[in-house]
């Protein structure tokens, strides 16, 4: 079992940063992929980046393009996800969410069966 608590949402300008935070709680190995989604009102939830704790590796959605960065600190349980150069169209929930025992780490949501409750993210123009 593995429980996830996101913080960090709130409410920002065009052009402004966040950075998002997850604690992860439960058990996790070398083989966890942990990542990032978000979903907006209407629309289906998306992957945004992904982190493979056995090697490091990161994925990112095609839409960042360079804004934002996942990173983890594993003495501090905690994933991290800092947004620069935020648009209004990134306004969504993000959710974190966390799969140990894979050999698969992508942007998929059906990847993954342990999630946080979310963030609120609201970008304004």
């Known amino acids: 079992q593995v429980n996830l608590v996101e913080s960090g949402g709130g409410s920002v300008q065009a052009g402004g940063s966040l950075r998002l935070s997850c604690i992860v709680f439960g058990y996790t190995n070398s083989r966890t992929c942990m990542g990032w989604f978000r979903q907006a009102p209407g629309k289906e939830r998306e992957g945004v980046a992904v982190?493979?704790?056995?090697?490091?590796?990161?994925v990112y959605a095609d839409f960042v393009k360079g804004r934002f960065t996942i990173s983890r600190d594993a003495s501090k349980n905690t994933l991290y996800l800092q947004l620069d150069s935020l648009k209004p169209e990134d306004t969504a929930m993000y959710y974190c969410?966390?799969?140990?025992?894979?050999?698969?780490?992508?942007?998929?949501?059906?990847?993954?069966?342990?999630w946080g409750r979310g963030a609120q993210v609201t970008v304004s123009s």
């Open positions: 969410a966390a799969q140990p025992s894979t050999l698969l780490c992508n942007i998929r949501p059906s990847n993954f069966r342990n």
């Open positions: 982190f493979y704790t056995g090697t490091g590796n990161t």
